[in-house]
């Protein structure tokens, strides 16, 4: 197959572009496109054969559930049954935009989609390009993030290009996303609703509206212990070892620096994944840094990550060496990634 890329503006797609992706999409292909978050590669959500296209192209396993996209209030209905009153409130005021409700599904949508689970994760992405794709398919579109399988979401079209060319017929190129890390998942279908994912709406943005919602953050392993990181864990990953430091800043700069220095001694290559502020007191290392913007401004660090991950694997390091963010506000699904592609290791580091 081979991968056709369209340039559009991401605020007024031209119509031509749209028009040629949602035939696509009409005829069960699939579409890379851009959302607010990352890169997703849609297909039909209401044709199982499409959404059969999309676990084979991204080599996803068929037990990990799709989100079903929708591009206006009303569809909410055709994809999901009766969602409660809280699913409601939160639709209104974060839609759309990056929020995923788990809801009851609707028998339109194929039970493949979610897993053969009998719930069905639903978004209203805020992107002028998704919208326009949607409105003109007539189709709600079933997207995962557009990298194969475990690798780092993409947040331009170079990298979904990287990861499936000749994989999907058709990538709408509308340069970098906004926001970055992906959507936060909420599930409703339970009495209490929880956050599943931590995203782009951060928790305390969802207890403004809803203070009784549940969110259980991983606990960091105390010391250097390993967890045993589990196969669901390996997420985000770049084809690099990840080493997360966690502790006071002075402390981990120091012990950054050691480690750069033990990684070479093993005839190894490391990187730095680094804040602006760190990246003089590490400047005399020498080696691959990648510039992620200051700490104090997570919407920059979020919208920077994943494009950091995948430059480094190009500078071809062995291991990425970074310090962890607060967890504050958006800091906390840059930690969620940042965990997850160090397959669970946290370096605790004292004074
Ligand atoms: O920002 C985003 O959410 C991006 C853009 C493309 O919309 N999409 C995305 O999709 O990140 P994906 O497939 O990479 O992640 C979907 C997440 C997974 O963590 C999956 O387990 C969860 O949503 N999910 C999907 N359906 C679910 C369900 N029925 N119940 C619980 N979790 C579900
Ligand atoms: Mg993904």
């Known amino acids: ?12 797609p031209d119509p031509s ?32 054969d499409a959404v059969a296209k999309i676990f084979e192209a991204k080599g996803r396993p068929t037990t990990d559930p799709l989100i079903v996209h929708i591009s206006h209030f009303g569809e909410l209905e055709d ?28 028998d339109k949508i194929p039970s493949s989609v979610s897993a053969g689970l009998d719930t069905v994760a639903v978004r209203y992405p805020n992107h002028p390009v998704a919208i326009a794709l949607m409105r003109a398919s007539g189709k709600p579109i079933a997207a995962p ?18 990861d499936l060319r000749g ?21 409703c279908t339970c009495d209490l609703p929880e956050v599943l994912r931590p995203g782009g709406v951060t928790v305390e943005e969802l207890r403004s509206v809803e203070p009784n919602i549940a969110y259980a953050p991983r606990q960091a392993e105390s010391s250097q212990a390993v967890s045993s990181p589990g196969l669901l864990l390996k997420h985000y990953s770049p084809r690099a070892e990840v080493q997360l430091f966690e502790g006071p800043r002075g402390a981990v700069l120091t012990r ?21 502020e760190d990246l003089v007191p590490l400047a005399g290392a020498r080696i691959p840094s990648f510039d992620l913007g200051a700490a104090a401004t997570p919407d920059v660090v979020a919208r920077k990550l994943f494009e ?26 840059i930690w969620d990634r940042l965990y997850r592609a160090a397959e669970g290791r946290v370096i605790r580091v004292d004074d």
Request: aromatic share 4%; glycine share 8%; charged share 20%.
């Open 17 to 48: 572009a749209i028009i040629r992706a949602a035939a696509e999409i009409a005829a069960g292909g699939l579409v890379a496109f851009p959302t607010e978050t990352v890169y997703g590669l849609g297909g039909d959500a209401t044709n199982a």
């Open 145 to 162: 993030s557009a990298n194969r399988f475990s690798r780092p979401s993409p947040t331009r079209a170079e990298h979904v290009l990287a």
């Open 167 to 187: 994989r999907v017929r058709l990538v709408l190129d509308g340069g970098p996303t906004q926001v970055g890390v992906e959507s936060t998942v909420v599930d």
């Open 256 to 276: 950054i620096l050691a480690e750069i220095d033990e990684v070479a001694s093993q005839g190894k290559a490391a990187g730095l994944l680094a804040y602006t």
């Open 1 to 12: 197959m081979t991968t056709e890329v369209m340039a559009v503006d991401p605020a007024e």
């Open 308 to 333: 950091g991950l995948r430059w480094l694997d190009e500078q071809a390091v062995d291991v990425i060496l970074v310090r962890s963010p607060s967890r504050e506000s958006l800091g906390e699904a």
């Open 79 to 106: 994809v999901a049954v009766e969602p409660p009153a809280v699913a409601r409130r939160l639709a209104e005021r974060f839609w759309p935009g990056p929020l995923t409700l788990v809801l009851r599904r609707s």
